[in-house]
């Protein structure tokens, strides 16, 4: 039996026009069967998205059997480890439009990538504006110093969300981040094609920037990841939530409490969970304030 500690979690993705997409999803499913790898895994024409967990082994032969089909040039993967083994519950390839679904449809033109160093030094520069591309919800456990908080629950959400920043942040330096790097390729296309024209990128997400910086450097709190680690800290023990009902330091999502409305994640301690109170995430509680409810 293969020790739990033995276990990866590897990210990509690749811009990579495909010719046959669904033959190349045959391929993926054939792939990950034979090596056991759980996950999720996005196939379009215009490339592929993935993130799975594995053992060790499985997770390096998966990279090289990739690697050399020679379809995905440049493909930067991300691995981390994974203590609770298998960090899916089971294997899903899929064939889809687009390898990450903004809500709109728009030709990829990502901003300037920055690694892990640039970004750092260029965080310190007045001129610069931060934006997390990320949801809400992995903001309030960890985010840059100074990164205001983002409004979308869904990345769909980020078309309307880019519409209100883009005035404010012409002629600033736009610096955007995410979680590994895939959001901010189609989260900075559509913030140019507004017109905002310094747009940079953080390559390879919060995960880069901690394997740079494992001190959490300009980053506190936990990186929030779409597996059933939930999050993963740096060597920083800060802890940046607040429970969104009595405002203590608080920061674990294990137990996946939700917006009694919307159902997204809210940050709430045991406390007031077992008090009983009725959680209701920002976005909600703005919405009806707005409509005049009493929240």
């Known amino acids: 039996m293969v020790p739990r500690e033995a276990y990866k979690v590897l990210l990509y993705y690749s811009y990579s026009a495909l010719d046959d997409p669904d033959a190349h999803a045959q391929w993926q499913t054939g792939l990950c069967d034979r090596l056991d790898l759980r996950g999720r895994i996005r196939v379009a024409r215009e490339g592929i998205n993935g993130t799975v967990s594995g053992t060790a082994d499985a997770v390096r032969q998966y990279m090289e059997q990739v690697d050399q089909l020679g379809l995905f040039p440049g493909m930067q993967w991300k691995v981390s480890p994974s203590e609770i083994g298998h960090a899916f519950p089971s294997m899903i390839v899929s064939l889809r439009d687009t390898i990450v679904n903004m809500g709109a449809k728009l030709a990829h033109n990502p901003g300037e990538y920055l690694s892990p160093a640039e970004f750092n030094e260029a965080m310190a520069d007045e001129d610069s504006v931060l934006v997390d591309c990320r949801n809400s919800y992995e903001w309030q456990i960890g985010r840059f110093e100074g990164a205001p908080c983002p409004s979308g629950r869904q990345f769909t959400d980020w078309p309307k969300e880019a519409s209100a ?87 674990d999502y294990s137990q996946k409490r939700r917006c009694v409305h919307c159902r997204i994640l809210v940050v709430c301690c045991d406390t007031c969970h077992d008090a009983g109170v009725p959680l209701v995430c920002g976005t909600c509680k703005h919405s009806q304030r707005d409509l005049g409810v009493n929240v």
């Open 165 to 251: 920043l883009a005035g404010r942040l012409q002629g600033k330096r736009v610096l955007m981040y995410c979680t590994g790097g895939i959001r901010c390729e189609m989260a900075s296309s559509y913030l140019k094609s507004l017109g905002v024209d310094r747009v940079a990128q953080l390559h390879g997400g919060i995960h880069e920037y901690l394997k740079a910086y494992p001190d959490g450097g300009r980053f506190r709190g936990k990186n929030f990841v779409f597996d059933e680690r939930i999050a993963i800290p740096s060597n920083d023990a800060t802890v940046v939530g607040r429970c969104r009902v009595c405002s203590r330091s608080f920061d």
